[in-house]
C-alpha cells in the first residue's frame, strides 16, 4: 500500500469487545477466522457467517488475551453484539460496545500493517482495506482534513470492498466477494455457517454471482443501474463514486469484457482477492 497524506473519513466504525476466560474460544467457534494463535496486538480480517453459511458480518478481528475486538462498518455494532450475545451459554464472556469517541483515518498514521496498539481508553488499529491504508482511532480526535463522501466511496470501490447492505447482503455467499482469502481459515475447526463455504471451497468455489469493479471513461451513472452484456441482463450496479462502480455480477462476466450500465459503457474489473 503506498502512503498517502491522511485525512479523517466520513465514516466511524463500531467496534465491540469480548472479555472474559472464555472469550477467545466463544469467539473462535462462531467467527470464520482462526483465533487460537493470534497473539496480543494482532489484527485479523474475519466474517460472521449466517448459520446457513451467508454473510452476516465483515470485521476485523483485534487480537488480545482475555479480550478481543472486533470492528465493523458504522451502526453494526449493536446488531453484531446481539447476534453473538445469543451463543452465550455457560461461558465466561461479558460483551460491550465501544461508546467512547471513535475516528477512522485514511492514509499513512503510522499504524503497524495488521497491528493495534494501546487499550480500550485509546487506541489505533490497523483496518486496512486492499491497497487503501486505514486506522481506526479511539480517544481524541486527529487533526486532519477531512475526506469528502465521494472520495472515500471512490477509494473503497478501487479497493473492491463491498458494504453490507448495499453490495452485498444475508443472501450473499462469501466465495462471491473476494474476501474468503483474508477471511476464513479452512483449516480451523467449527464455525457457524462452516458447511456451505466449506463446500463450496471443496468444489473450487464456483458460484453464481461475482462481485466486479466496473471503471467507465467518464463519471459514473448512479448506483442502481442494470449492467447488460450483449444486451442481457448480468446484474446491478451497487454503489458508485468518480469513475467507478461496483455489483455483483453473473458468472461468466470475466475482467476486461465490455457492458453497458444505464446509458454508459464500463469495462469489468476483478476485485482484488484478499
Known sequence: MGATAPSLAPTTPDLVWFAGVDARRFLNDLITQEMADMAPGMVRRSLLLTPQGKLDHIMWVLGGGDEIGLVVDEGRGEDLAAKLGRYRIRVDVSIEPVTAERW??????????????G????????????GVERTLVVGEKPGLPS???????????EAGEPLM???VTDNTIPQ????VGSSISFDKGCFLGQELVARLDSRGG??????RILRFDGEA??????????????GMMTSSAGGVGLGLLR???????????????????AVPEG
Do not use: C, F, M
Not at 251 to 257: F, H, P
Open 104 to 117: 477512522l483515518v485514511v492514509g499513512s498514521y503510522g499504524a503497524d500493517h495488521d497491528r493495534w496498539s
Open 119 to 130: 487499550d480500550r481508553g485509546g487506541l489505533v488499529a490497523d483496518v486496512s482495506w486492499s
Open 147 to 157: 475526506i469528502g463522501a465521494d472520495g472515500y466511496g471512490e477509494l473503497r470501490i
Open 165 to 167: 447492505g448495499v453490495d
Open 176 to 179: 462471491e466477494t473476494g474476501l
Open 206 to 211: 464456483r458460484v453464481n454471482h461475482h462481485l
Open 221 to 234: 451513472p448512479k448506483a442502481g443501474a442494470a449492467v447488460t452484456k450483449d444486451g442481457e441482463e448480468v
Open 251 to 269: 458468472r461468466g462476466v470475466e475482467s476486461g469484457d465490455a457492458v453497458i450500465v444505464g446509458d454508459a459503457q464500463a469495462v469489468v474489473e
